[in-house]
């Protein structure tokens, strides 16, 4: 589903099938249709070969990849998925690396499958994969093995430290080589960065399922300088029940644990009671940090979460030397153009007490100097 999806966007062919031929396979059959999967168009993969069935350990596996001529970005890693499957199948087995036999990931298929992938991410040029977290599916299916349950053992032990969820679906949705391959790329699990879309592409399974059974693949472009956006969330909570003073030390507590902004609106709650709208914007990484703070904290029982896009100017904090010492200034750009110099504001304060001089004339002469630094390097 992996190949297909990037075959779907925009990866050729023909590019495919030169590639392979570099691997040391013979008598196996490739192709690619496309299929409508619940009213989507997707690129399905079929993979033919006489290896079905083929009993390799990781020694021979890797020895392929190892004697192919393929570039060596993409041997390597090719490798390191293949090395995921065989440190989970080893744990699970209780077996070392060495003594692991792969099955049916050990086969032609599985070999094209992966060794495909990496080269269609080599070939399109992509830098870092983003991740939403993995529906797996739920239930049993048959293997030589028996019944195992969904995920396959080894496929959750690829994935520790990835978010999962079932989706209620009682299919597989995730296999071993699926989770290798993610495992490996991604950077991230969780929203999608901004980005500029270049393409799209759909990946099929062969299941017919209760959902569209594709995987999609989103290739975009990092916004250029200027244009710098990020995912942040806003959590807020009404409180009219609470001790003013408490509200100092909440905040101190809030900017600590990497609070990007704190601040209190005036409202008035029901019955006209007077109250206050706490308001916390924050990187999604240190949600639950936060939540912590405000439910152990303040006296509210619950809160809003809004999640947004913010954009933002580029910069950097240029250190000047003035007068009254070293201070540091927020230098702002908005696509390679300065458009504003901030001082740092704890910095010029301590400035102006030490010197016992007003903060504004500490401000004026930060931002004199940032402006004399700056055109001296332009």
């Known amino acids: 589903m992996v190949l297909g999806a990037l075959l779907d966007a925009g990866f050729p062919f023909e590019v495919l099938l030169t590639e392979l031929k570099k691997l040391p396979l013979k008598d196996y059959e490739i192709k690619a249709e496309k299929v409508e999967k619940l009213g989507i168009s997707a690129t399905k993969v079929c993979v033919r070969a006489e290896g079905k069935g083929i009993i390799r350990t990781w020694s021979n596996v890797k020895s392929i990849i190892q004697e192919s001529k393929l570039d060596p970005h993409i041997k390597e890693k090719s490798q390191q998925i293949f090395l995921k499957l065989a440190e989970a199948e080893s744990k699970i087995h209780r077996k070392s690396i060495d003594q692991v036999h792969f099955h049916e990931i050990g086969a032609h298929d599985t070999l094209i499958d992966i060794v495909g992938t990496v080269i269609g991410l080599h070939h399109l040029g992509i830098k870092e994969i983003y991740s939403s977290p993995l529906a797996t599916g739920m239930g049993l299916m048959k293997t030589e093995h028996g019944a195992l349950p969904i995920p396959a053992p080894a496929t959750l032990e690829i994935l520790k430290d990835v978010p999962i969820y079932s989706a209620g679906i009682a299919c597989e949705l995730v296999t071993p080589t699926g989770a290798a391959i993610i495992k490996t790329y991604a950077k991230e699990f969780g929203e999608m960065p901004p980005l500029k879309i270049a393409s799209i592409g759909y990946g099929a399974g062969t299941r017919d399922l209760k959902i569209p059974n594709v995987l999609r693949i989103v290739v975009g472009e990092a916004l250029s300088a200027g244009e710098e956006m990020d995912l942040v969330e806003t959590i807020k909570a009404n409180i009219d029940d609470m001790n003013p003073e408490v509200y100092h030390h909440v905040m101190e507590r809030l900017f600590e644990a990497g609070a990007l902004d704190v601040w209190l609106t005036p409202i008035y709650m029901k019955r006209n009671r007077p109250g206050v709208t706490l308001s916390v914007l924050l990187p999604?990484?240190?949600?639950?940090?936060?939540?912590?703070?405000?439910?152990?904290?303040?006296?509210?029982?619950?809160?809003?979460?809004?999640?947004?896009?913010?954009?933002?100017?580029?910069?950097?904090?240029?250190?000047?030397?003035?007068?009254?010492?070293?201070?540091?200034?927020?230098?702002?750009?908005?696509?390679?153009?300065?458009?504003?110099?901030?001082?740092?504001?704890?910095?010029?304060?301590?400035?102006?007490?030490?010197?016992?001089?007003?903060?504004?004339?500490?401000?004026?002469?930060?931002?004199?100097?940032?402006?004399k630094e700056l055109k001296k390097r332009a």
Request: hydrophobic share 35%; proline share 3%; with cysteine.
């Open 284 to 371: 999604l990484r240190i949600e639950q940090k936060i939540l912590e703070i405000l439910f152990e904290e303040t006296t509210t029982l619950g809160v809003r979460c809004l999640r947004e896009t913010r954009r933002k100017l580029t910069g950097k904090i240029l250190k000047v030397d003035t007068e009254f010492g070293p201070i540091g200034v927020k230098i702002g750009k908005f696509r390679g153009r300065i458009v504003n110099i901030s001082p740092e504001y704890e910095e010029c304060a301590r400035a102006a007490r030490k010197s016992n001089v007003p903060l504004k004339m500490v401000y004026e002469k930060a931002k004199e100097a940032a402006r």
